[in-house]
């Protein structure tokens, strides 16, 4: 296991630049259309989970209400573009940085809360959200939704295929996990996961606690919001209840299942619930029992999650099994 490690260490540039030309070229691969939205809808949700995990994985604090910021991003696409004829690609950073607005607002009243006090606080914000865009008819629409929203325009061509809006999807998560590999090795990235580890001894050792906290809330609402602004001209039609308490449930099913504080493991939780949704579709609703039973058997057997490391702190059952069994070795 060491060795196939130290290989991949060794070779890390070159499985980077095979994995990004087996990206760019899969379009050429899967020839056909609903294959390619359902490499599409991986891709939504891995870049929405792994802005989820930023809150939940990196800073330690529970957040619930990651379908707000998303419906935030997705609404400011669709009404600036129908309504006042915004361009996208102008559209896109601006959603971003409306959903990050909100995420630091919500950030500031719940700086001393923590876990599920935290979550309630955030999954309410996404129900107000939701209920905004469902009553406030003159601008989202109410139960009607935005419909025909423009498509993304570059060099002249109307980007409305999956095999061409796999591009912007894959763009906007390529640089989402470029972005955050470069802030966890500088100072805010380890003040974040100090604080996940332990926020007292981290005060102790000069981090400002309640400032590093409200910019981890507000980043991850940013990438909330930017796929949020890329998935409203994907799906050409947002309405409230595509950003229910499900969707935000589904994107934590898939950090607690990849992984969480891994940028690989909320990407591979949203392959498994992906394929697992669409492979069982036929069950109807037992699907989700059979959903279900997964997450649980996987919050037993791993809980630090598929790519979590096996020395981790969620996997802390195993960790106090084995420092146990030193101990009682050496007694004797």
Not at 210 to 226: H, L, P, V
Not at 263 to 280: C, D, Q, W
């Amino acid at each position: 296991m060491k060795k196939v490690k130290n290989t991949i260490v060794k070779y890390k540039l070159f499985f980077i630049l095979a994995g990004l030309a087996i990206l760019l070229l899969l379009p050429l691969v899967i020839t056909k259309s609903v294959y390619m939205r359902h490499v599409c809808n991986v891709l939504i949700f891995a870049t929405l989970a792994s802005s989820l995990n930023i809150i939940n994985g990196y800073s330690g604090q529970m957040c619930l209400g990651q379908a707000g910021f998303f419906a935030v991003g997705a609404y400011t696409c669709a009404i600036l573009t129908t309504n006042y004829g915004w361009s996208f690609w102008v559209v896109w950073p601006v959603a971003g940085c409306l959903a990050a607005l909100m995420g630091y607002l919500v950030s500031l009243p719940t700086l001393r809360l923590q876990g599920i006090y935290l979550s309630f606080v955030t999954l309410g914000f996404s129900e107000i959200i939701r209920i905004i865009a469902q009553t406030w008819t003159p601008v989202t629409g109410g139960n009607m939704g935005i419909k025909g929203i423009p498509f993304p325009i570059i060099f002249g061509k109307e980007l409305f295929k999956p095999h061409d809006y796999y591009y912007i999807l894959l763009a906007t998560l390529l640089l989402f996990l470029f972005i955050t590999s470069r802030i966890l090795r500088s100072r805010i990235g380890r003040a974040w996961i100090s604080i996940r580890e332990e926020s007292n001894a981290a005060r102790s050792l000069g981090v400002e606690i309640s400032r590093y906290k409200s910019m981890n809330f507000t980043y991850g609402a940013f990438w909330a919001g930017m796929i949020g602004a890329a998935y409203a001209p994907y799906v050409n039609f947002v309405d409230s209840s595509q950003f229910s308490l499900d969707t935000g449930f589904d994107a934590l099913a898939m950090v607690v299942i990849g992984g969480q504080g891994t940028l690989i493991g909320p990407i591979i939780g949203s392959v498994v619930v992906t394929v697992l949704t669409e492979s069982l579709r036929f069950l109807q609703y037992w699907r989700f029992v059979i959903y279900a039973l997964i997450i649980i058997a996987m919050m037993w057997v791993r809980p630090q999650g598929i790519a979590g490391a096996s020395n981790s702190i969620l996997a802390g059952g195993k960790i106090r099994r084995s420092s146990r069994k030193k101990a009682i070795s050496r007694n004797r």
